[in-house]
């Protein structure tokens, strides 16, 4: 079986990621990031959804995005959003978040002779932020392949995105097809540390809408309805 | 004035390049990356380096890299190479090292409103890493122009590689004349707690053959001459 990293945060597209590579049979190696994220309760899930999806392994790495600030995830004194009338790209962005996390599945990657990397971004049914669009994936994969010694002895590194350009009820059929049991699953923003959802963010607003596109019932325990 | 985020080791290349960014009259923010290295003396040469060179700040981020092994510089049971033999990319290659670190310091800028990270590779005198040639930094600059929120906004961001293509004599003689006193870098893979070199591993080696084709006095306190 081939290895491939699987960036997985907990939220319902990181997970359906990860049921998709195991679908592909790679052995797959979880990575999620503590990176000072106020919804601590995903990283619960996230360890949930590595047993439960049968990741071979899971390693949870910290990195102090807080300190730098810049985003209402990780600082906060900075309310999130949950009126879902943003134009612009909301204060929920964190900063080279994504770039710093497929940095880290690069190394893992090559420690574990590893050339597949997964992750669950989305340019439909998301939130505007950047780097969730298939041109800085393309971007990433290019610069990757320059960087790592496995690149100079010709082993490319793929940067696999299947749920890129589908919309959130598409993704969610295709989690439930693969048995996916969304509901040890948290997309919430502020979820509080039972795992119950706010209803109202932009992330809660998004998944909820995908399962009521999908005619399928939403197993999230929300706190508004 | 214009702010910009530099990357600092410690070392003889980061602190040439922090002098370099300062005289450009920027004002800089030194980012150091405590990643598990064995030669935790570097950290304590980056803080005595930015404060030597008027750095407005210094963050020290830690990213525990060790956890994925791989490297010499992270895994005390790899020995350091001392002779000076190899002829491949030596185990003191650390996966994407310089990708996590430019990621990291693409986020900070992004929170301080910077477009500019200057970082002290160098492709002429250095042990063959990947992520030090002129077009992985190109493509990591790519990549980071469509990463950001900023990039969306039309702000574009400049990896300055001032060092990129300098002979290490060339780099030692624009520290110099930038008034850089070298003793307090530390440039040693195996440097002990007080901060003396080991005089024979790759990157003693180079500083050392840097300051004999310079023609100066190297202040750097070896263990073996």
Not at 60 to 81: Q, R, Y
Not at 185 to 202: K, L
Not at 208 to 216: D, E, I, S, V, W
Request: overall charge neutral; proline content about 4%.
């Amino acid at each position: 079986m081939k290895k491939a990293v699987v960036l997985l945060s907990g939220g319902l597209d990181s997970a359906t990621t990860l049921a998709i590579a195991r679908n592909k049979q790679f052995q797959c190696y979880a990575l999620s990031v503590d990176y000072g994220q106020r919804h601590e309760s995903e990283l619960v899930a996230a360890r949930n959804v590595a047993r439960s999806l049968g990741a071979c392994s899971q390693h949870v790495i910290k990195v102090d995005l807080a300190a730098f600030g810049g985003s209402a995830l990780t600082n906060h004194s900075i309310d999130i959003p949950i009126t879902g009338q943003e134009t612009d790209i909301p204060v929920t962005y964190v900063p080279a978040r994504n770039t710093i996390m497929l940095s880290l599945a690069l190394a893992w990657a090559e420690t574990l002779g590893s050339h597949d990397i997964f992750i669950g971004v989305n340019a439909v049914d998301y939130s505007g932020y950047p780097d969730c669009r298939p041109e800085y994936i393309k971007a990433f994969e290019n610069m990757a392949n320059l960087a790592t010694k496995a690149a100079t002895k010709g082993h490319k590194t793929a940067i696999h995105t299947p749920l890129i350009m589908l919309p959130k009820e598409a993704i969610i059929r295709q989690g439930i097809a693969l048995g996916l049991d969304y509901s040890i699953t948290i997309s919430c923003y502020q979820a509080d540390e039972a795992g119950s959802a706010c209803g109202v963010c932009d992330s809660c607003r998004i998944r909820r809408t995908g399962f009521n596109k999908a005619g399928l019932m939403d197993p999230t325990r929300y706190r508004q309805s």
